[in-house]
């Protein structure tokens, strides 16, 4: 899989750059953001997936939430990739910001017409580590992963859903239920089709009540001030309350006066960068 340098600036003593490559899992083109700091001149470092938001690209995080700093202080590279495949011309992916285009959900689509290209679960979990791993002096041993919104959810789903492979989770105002609210239900019933029992398999609230994994632990910030707490998009209560019961230990923190903005993620982001590295750097 062949990586074609689209930028390169000095950040933080590394270097951030953004690369493109051909999608097998995709089926197009697709940018991803790489932060590569100091220590990775040297030696293998662990990896923190990053993954955004609706509407969000791979530029995003890498431009608002001031993350190299931590990165480049403990070791550990970052990547962040697009939340969507982009000019597959698909029928109606433009149409709305919270379906098709920069709305993938981290989901592996089984409905027409999304089947084909809205994979974005198996290019997360598989293809975007494989070639990472093989381009990057990347420990493929040492995974995290972490998210914002949308990418929250995909970030507690893909380390609910593969026991042991992320050393680390968190997230940032997650969505922690999506079968119980209007986003994931727009979302789901157009990538997954009409059988609910179907959409279980990607909502980290269910995925929690049966998870039987090595122990995860789980790091939560959430505005206390964010509009779609207060509108149930989010719904970190059910999320806690099934962490509870199957005692997965989950550090929740609402945090007073914040929103749901990138402002947000740049005041924290420092504590989920430490989080991960106790448990990468052990």
Same mark, same amino acid.
Not at 12 to 36: I, N, P, R
């Given at each position: ?9 000095? /950040? ?5 750059? =953004?690369?493109?490559? &051909?999608?097998?899992?995709? $089926? ?5 953001? =790489? ?9 293998? /470092? ?41 000019? /597959? ?5 433009? #149409?709305?910001? &919270? ?24 290019? =997360? ?15 493929? #041993? ?24 992320? $050393?680390? =989770? ?32 990607? &909502? ?38 099934? /962490? ?39």
């Amino acid at each position: 899989m062949t990586l074609v340098q689209v930028s390169s600036n000095k /950040c933080s003593g590394g270097y951030q750059k =953004v690369f493109e490559h &051909d999608s097998t899992e995709l $089926k197009c083109k697709m940018k991803v953001a =790489v932060y590569l700091p100091p220590k990775a001149e040297n030696e293998k /470092c662990p990896v923190f997936y990053w993954l955004s938001g609706l509407t969000c690209t791979e530029q995003n995080f890498i431009t608002k939430a001031g993350s190299q700093q931590a990165a480049s202080e403990h070791g550990i590279i970052i990547v962040a990739p697009d939340t969507s495949p982009r000019g /597959c011309n698909i029928e109606g992916e433009d #149409e709305s910001w &919270d379906f098709g285009t920069g709305a993938g959900f981290y989901v592996n689509a089984t409905q027409e017409p999304w089947k084909t290209n809205y994979c974005m679960y198996t290019y =997360v979990t598989e293809e975007l580590p494989r070639l990472i791993n093989t381009n990057f002096p990347a420990d493929p #041993e040492k995974m995290s992963i972490s998210g914002h919104s949308m990418g929250g959810h995909g970030a507690l789903i893909c380390a609910l859903k593969n026991p042991g492979k992320y $050393k680390a =989770v968190s997230a940032f105002a997650p969505i922690c239920n999506p079968i119980q609210c209007a986003w994931g239900q727009k979302a789901f019933s157009g990538y997954l089709g009409e059988d609910k029992k179907t959409w279980e398999a990607y &909502d980290a609230t269910v995925l929690a009540a049966s998870y039987s994994g090595p122990q995860l632990d789980i790091l939560i910030d959430q505005g206390r001030d964010d509009q779609f707490l207060s509108a149930s998009q989010l719904l970190p209560d059910n999320l806690i309350a099934a /962490c509870s019961e199957k005692k997965i230990p989950v550090v929740f923190r609402l945090q007073p006066g914040y929103d749901h903005s990138y402002f947000f993620i740049y005041s924290f982001i420092t504590d989920h960068i430490k989080h991960h590295a106790k448990f990468l750097n052990a």
